[in-house]
């Protein structure tokens, strides 16, 4: 993994996106992360893409020192009046991302943005296109972002793969179902638990299609230890031990609307449960708190446990929305990189307006769960199904029925419930924060 993350990292420019942008007058440059001169203003572009205040210089320190690893591309106007800071930014990175069954080394997107005084000259599109085709070039056979507007990037190729569930719960109502859990949870300090949650994280990623190694950085924003941090004294952090002494979950939340008393709201910043009796007890612990009556989270499976230990389903109210997008670059990579329930053979036509996926692939699964991937032209005797390259995305980690996506007339398949078979998984993918 480390190999194609730095051929991608020092690989040049996509020449198409340089010439493109020339034309209209403007340079795209990669921001030397080792060099404040340049990733300050890189910085400085993102906050006002994003709507966030002015960075001050402590913001700027940190975020050099933990986004090293990031390829920062900016596009620059040199006849704009801070020709210094630029008008879009991009960045990209490495990460693994879990399949069901497997692993798959991903591109993964962040900082998009473009100014306003900039929109509608294709500049997302000539950087997106650029950077996937960098992407593909290095040998990622997947890209993947969080996205803060749903509707731009299915223009790209990228489909919702992993929905998020928002939970509302009145505590008052909802009661415990199950048994008491075993075990003690205990608080700790935010750097005791920013000190354990890397490997506890590692426990966990790889049983949740769709979750991905913790970018850098993220860990110091989650827990407040990094000096930039706001608000980092509201924060609470509580662990779970077994009956062994293991510590086999985290719990980051936080405590508003105090001035009411007894009405006061939970927040959820992030649970981490290695097992079962990690996750009842944690869940158990902030369901009983005193002067509490909502607790709050989000970045929740579609699928959770905790609807089913709950006494009162009716005190929690779930939204679910779209989070984690996925771009197949490589078909056969990217299917062959996860496994599959059972032995099979399908026809896959897709198509891809970009040009990165298109083509007509032969799927042969195994009962050991491995599969082939070819391309061809030749006759198959198995059932097709034809999609574009979103829909292919879409059900990459099985959280979306192609049965479904075939009856919403996004795909057409000669026996969709067979294809749906072949692609369902017993887990819901989930991404636990964004990035």
């Known amino acids: 993994m480390s190999d194609i993350n730095s051929t991608f990292y020092d690989s040049d420019l996509d020449a198409e996106l340089v010439a493109v942008l020339r034309t209209?007058?403007?340079?795209?440059?990669?921001?030397?992360?080792?060099?404040?001169?340049?990733?300050?203003?890189?910085?400085?572009?993102?906050?006002?893409?994003?709507?966030?205040?002015?960075?001050?210089?402590?913001?700027?320190?940190?975020?050099?020192?933990?986004?090293?690893?990031?390829?920062k591309?900016?596009?620059?106007?040199?006849?704009?009046?801070?020709?210094?800071?630029?008008?879009?930014?991009f960045a990209t990175w490495g990460a693994?991302?879990?399949?069901?069954?497997?692993?798959?080394?991903?591109?993964?997107?962040?900082?998009?943005?473009?100014?306003?005084t900039h929109r509608r000259?294709?500049?997302?599109?000539?950087?997106?296109?650029?950077?996937?085709?960098?992407?593909?070039?290095?040998?990622?056979?997947?890209?993947?972002?969080?996205?803060s507007e749903a509707g731009i990037y299915g223009r790209f190729g990228f489909g919702p793969a992993a929905a998020a569930a928002k939970w509302r719960i009145d505590v008052r109502r909802a009661g415990w179902r199950v048994s008491e859990p075993v075990g003690r949870v205990d608080f700790i300090s935010r750097e005791e638990g920013r000190a354990l949650a890397p490997d506890l994280h590692e426990r966990v990623r790889f049983a949740s299609p769709g979750e991905i190694d913790m970018p850098g950085g993220h860990w110091d924003r989650t827990f407040g230890t990094r000096p930039d941090a706001q608000k980092a004294e509201e924060l609470r952090v509580a662990q779970y031990r077994s009956p062994e002494g293991a510590v086999d979950g985290l719990?980051?939340?936080?405590?508003?609307?105090?001035?009411?008393?007894?009405?006061?709201?939970?927040?959820?910043?992030?649970?981490?449960a290695a097992t079962d009796a990690a996750y009842a007890a944690l869940w158990r612990f902030l369901l009983s708190m005193d002067l509490v009556a909502t607790v709050e989270a989000s970045e929740l499976s579609v699928d959770e446990p905790?609807?089913?230990?709950?006494?009162?389903?009716?005190?929690?109210?779930i939204t679910v929305g779209d989070h984690q997008y996925l771009r197949i670059l490589d078909v056969p990579a990217a299917l062959s990189a996860r496994s599959y329930d059972?032995?099979?053979?399908?026809?896959?036509?897709?198509?891809?307006?970009?040009?990165?996926?298109?083509?007509?692939?032969?799927?042969?699964t195994r009962a050991d769960g491995t599969a082939d991937v070819v391309a061809t032209d030749a006759a198959a005797d198995a059932p097709v199904a034809r999609m574009t390259v979103v829909e292919l995305s879409?059900?990459?980690?099985?959280?979306?029925?192609?049965?479904?996506?075939?009856?919403?007339?996004?795909?057409?398949?000669?026996?969709?419930?067979?294809?749906?078979?072949?692609?369902?998984?017993?887990?819901?993918?989930?991404?636990?924060?964004w990035y």
């Not at 996937?132 to 070039?137: E, K």
């Open 24 to 71: 209209q007058g403007l340079e795209v440059r990669k921001a030397d992360s080792g060099d404040r001169a340049q990733t300050d203003p890189w910085l400085d572009a993102v906050a006002r893409g994003f709507l966030d205040s002015e960075r001050n210089d402590t913001h700027r320190q940190g975020f050099f020192e933990r986004t090293a690893y990031r390829r």
């Open 73 to 89: 591309l900016g596009v620059y106007d040199a006849a704009g009046a801070q020709p210094e800071i630029p008008i879009a930014t």
């Open 96 to 116: 693994e991302l879990t399949l069901p069954g497997g692993v798959v080394p991903s591109c993964a997107i962040s900082s998009v943005t473009v100014a306003p």
């Open 121 to 147: 000259r294709g500049l997302l599109r000539s950087l997106m296109v650029g950077e996937l085709r960098a992407a593909a070039a290095a040998g990622f056979p997947v890209a993947m972002l969080t996205a």
């Open 251 to 272: 719990v980051v939340y936080r405590v508003t609307d105090t001035e009411s008393f007894g009405g006061a709201t939970v927040r959820v910043v992030m649970l981490l």
């Open 306 to 317: 905790l609807w089913w230990m709950i006494a009162d389903q009716r005190a929690a109210k």
């Open 342 to 364: 059972l032995a099979e053979t399908v026809v896959l036509e897709i198509e891809d307006d970009l040009g990165f996926a298109g083509g007509r692939f032969v799927l042969t």
């Open 394 to 433: 879409t059900i990459l980690l099985g959280g979306v029925s192609p049965a479904t996506l075939a009856k919403a007339g996004r795909l057409q398949a000669d026996d969709p419930a067979r294809l749906t078979r072949l692609f369902a998984t017993p887990v819901a993918p989930r991404l636990s924060f």
